[in-house]
């Protein structure tokens, strides 16, 4: 080597030789231990390393929001090491779990962004490093990295490239999980050689190896200090305005607002797509950096010091597990001030956030209008449904085991006269509307779920006679429509699909797919009660008495918004559907319940046909005219109707591909994951489409006392069903298919002749994507890039962690 490049590369040249003396000693003959083996640095990889430092966003970000934050980006991220932000991966990890349903004890919060500002603070908290905090080599930082020995484990013991992961490879969700440290990575390594990261991912490509053990090395240069972007800033400012004025109706406002936005990604209309805030309050005034007021809920006490509702610009990535895009904009402001500022009515003084009060709305905001708060929920039900169904808690188990795979939800009409708009009414029933989130974290299940299940049949009794006693009824079929509301002629929130995907869910505008089983009827209170129970009491930290309790009431609240659509049905369909939904197994609940009068009570006459329920949704749809969904060529079409005119080909026959598809039912469907995503591959990439398959699950009961997943496999899986719709649908997919235009008539066929697992295994061998697939990531960023770009404001990462390992 030339002796003057030694002497101006000094450092680069020592590199050289350490790395020329580790290749003479790799020819021994005698073969290194998996501990001597990780001892050694990635010399070839710091030979390469730039002298100027390796930039976060530009060079660092995009490789770890394709290969880890995919993983590691939820509050259920493995060792809660979230990788998606900086701050994140300096907080380090965790070997406490989150979601534990059998704790006895509440735990602290570890959100992160609000309970700890300092990696100190996350010290004290029980969070362990996975950087060298105290090194200060390039080899030193490697050495005492948990994150680089991870990484580095992979590349020693990449995973097999055919067929599934060995049994060693547990893929579940609730698979054991081995936190290590520094200090105990050796003895890790030993034991599982074959878990490094991406755990049971394929290995990284050399770029993106070679750029995060660079960035390593360097010492993890920081992400470059965000700061609102010139459109964001005035918007900001006039909001943060709006929000803090002293009156005491916008300061009751206000805390309506922030309980009901507190986990929005709100983006300021005009503003950079990808540029979210958060509201929350903070003790510090606008114009100060935001310091936020850390509470278990939102509606917890800020404190006796004087706060602010200010907007904070969200610095991590975006996952499409927590994304729920809530827009600000002049016609927002105005419509606020529509609703809760221009009404007539007095605040003498503000609710106390003693519990009681604070975790009931009926109470702490009776001084707004009914017809307001419930015309706030109606203009973005949508996000307000979102809440529970994609909310930040990331296992959404709570609330989905006790709900239906696929249904549909629509909405009282806000001006039809219901007792359950009147605010007397309200007024007397509040205290029968309490939530069990106000019990905090308690043990004392069977006598508080009693409590709750006779305030319960009390509210559903009053509610049910006052409904009655204004008329016989409410009408013939057509007049009753006129108790669902029409989305006001242009609101898409008036209709909604609901899929439920074992503990995650999706939400779509429209009615989507082939009539469902069951569908809700949601009206105000009901509305806000869910948004209470399951998004602002709701405490993933909680102990088991807290997470049951919710489970339990939830139960309550479906079953309320189901009977509120089977009052539409005639009193003889009424007990069969009921059934059909339950098996029978409803009954035990009623029991629990009391009166159930209201199912002999007739309301609504008219009906011409033996299937009341599809001519209830007929006539749903015919209420809602457009907003019920545009029409689609995949499903509830017939002959040509089912053909797009304006698509090519290709299209053409993919759609009919996907509607052939999407007749399957029953046993079939058994070895069907939840969510697969299929990739037509056409010769332009431009002109590649996507679909999703979705697996419908039918329960012989949802109620949580009885349903379990595996059970439910034997029990009434005959009724399975599948959904097909365009596009990407769902946060969590569990599998791939790649497909090209010429192979969609036997990729049809081979998956309409699935019966058995082996079946499946061959239909994957052809078309299917395993995890130990070489073209793994590609497809995984075709779907990822597909999405972003189909939606770019909506669009979050997919988490892979459910994805099959088959």
Sequence with gaps: MDSNFCHLHHSTCELFWLAALLLLASCSSTPPSVTEELSKVDYGVLLTMPEEPILYDEQVRPVLEQRCVVCHGCTDAPCQLKLSSYEGITRGASKVRVYNGTRLSSIPPSRLFIDAQTTAEWRSKGFHPVLAENADTPEGRLEESVLYQLLHLKQLHPQPKL?????????????????????????????????????????????????????????????????PSG????????????????????????????????????????????????????????????????????????????????????????????????????????????LFLEPEYRVTELPSYEVAIASNPFKAFRDIP????????????HFIIEGFIKGPVCRGQIALNVIEDRFWVVFADPDADLASSRPEFLDEMSSYLALPSQEGSTLRILRTWRDYARRQNIYINARFSNLYNQASGVGDLQAAMNYIWDGDGHNPNAALTIYRHFDSASVED?????????????????????????????????????????????????????????????????????????????????????????????????????????????????????????????YRCTGDACVD??????????????????????????????????????????????????????????????????????????????????????????????????????????????????????????????????????????????????????????????????
């Excluded at 507190?262 to 958060?278: L, M, S, V, W």
């Excluded at 708060?373 to 039900?381: C, K, P, Q, T, V």
């Excluded at 979705?694 to 059970?711: G, Q, W």
């Design 231 to 338: 459109n964001s800033q005035a918007q900001l400012e006039r909001w943060e305005a709006f929000l803090n004025d002293t009156s005491l109706k916008q300061q009751l406002t206000s805390r309506y607002l922030y309980e009901h936005l507190f986990q929005a990604h709100i983006h300021f209309e005009g503003t950079p797509t990808r540029e979210f805030y958060r509201l929350v309050r903070s003790s510090t005034p606008p114009g100060q950096p935001v310091q936020e007021i850390a509470t278990v809920r939102p509606y917890d006490s800020p404190g006796s010091a004087p706060f602010y509702y200010r907007l904070w610009l969200y610095p991590a990535s975006i996952v499409a597990k927590t994304h729920m895009v809530y827009t600000f904009s002049d016609a927002r402001m105005a419509r606020y001030r529509e």
């Design 645 to 806: 005119r304006a698509a090519g080909k290709i299209k053409q026959q993919a759609d009919r591909a996907m509607r052939t598809i999407a007749g399957l039912r029953g046993e079939q469907l058994k070895v069907f994951p939840d969510v697969a995503l299929v990739h037509i591959q056409t010769e332009n990439p431009e002109n590649d489409l996507a679909y999703t398959v979705i697996r419908n699950k039918a329960y012989t009961d949802v109620t949580s006392m009885f349903s379990n997943e595996r059970n439910r496999d034997t029990a009434d899986i005959e009724h399975d069903t599948l959904t097909v719709v365009e596009g990407i649908e769902g946060s969590y997919p569990n599998f791939f298919f790649v497909v090209e235009p010429a192979e969609l008539e036997d990729f049809t066929s081979r998956t309409m002749a699935v019966r058995t697992p082996d079946d499946y295994e061959r239909l994957i061998g052809v078309y299917g994507v395993r995890r130990t697939s070489d073209a793994f990531w590609e497809t995984a960023d075709w779907f990822q890039d597909y999405y972003a770009t189909q939606d770019p404001l909506l669009y979050g990462i997919l988490d892979l962690n459910r994805y099959a390992n088959r």
């Design 163 to 227: 067929g599934m992961l060995p049994d060693s490879m547990d893929t579940g969700l609730n698979r054991k999980q081995v936190c290590t440290t520094r200090e105990q990575f050796d003895n890790y390594a030993r034991q599982h050689p074959d878990w490094g990261m991406p755990y049971a991912m394929p290995n990284l490509r050399d770029e993106e190896y070679r750029t995060l053990v660079q960035w390593l090395a360097q010492g993890v240069p920081p992400a470059a200090a965000q700061t």
């Design 510 to 634: 429209g009615f989507v797919g082939e009539f469902p089983d069951s569908a809700w009827v949601i009206d105000y209170p009901l509305l806000e009660r869910i948004h209470y129970l399951l998004v602002t009491g709701f405490n993933v930290y909680g102990n088991a008495g807290h997470q049951l309790l919710t489970r339990l009431y939830m139960d309550f609240l479906r079953m309320e918004g189901e009977d509120n659509f089977l009052v539409f049905i005639p009193v003889s369909d009424r007990r069969k559907i009921l059934d059909s939904w339950y098996v029978g197994i409803r009954s035990n609940m009623e029991k629990s319940m009391g009166s159930m009068d209201w199912l002999e009570i007739e309301t609504v006459s008219g009906y011409k046909t033996d299937d009341p329920q599809g001519e209830l949704y007929e006539a749903m749809i015919g209420r809602l005219g457009p907003l019920a969904g545009a029409p689609s060529y995949l």
């Design 370 to 381: 009914v017809n307001s708060r419930y015309r706030f929920l109606l203009d973005d039900a």
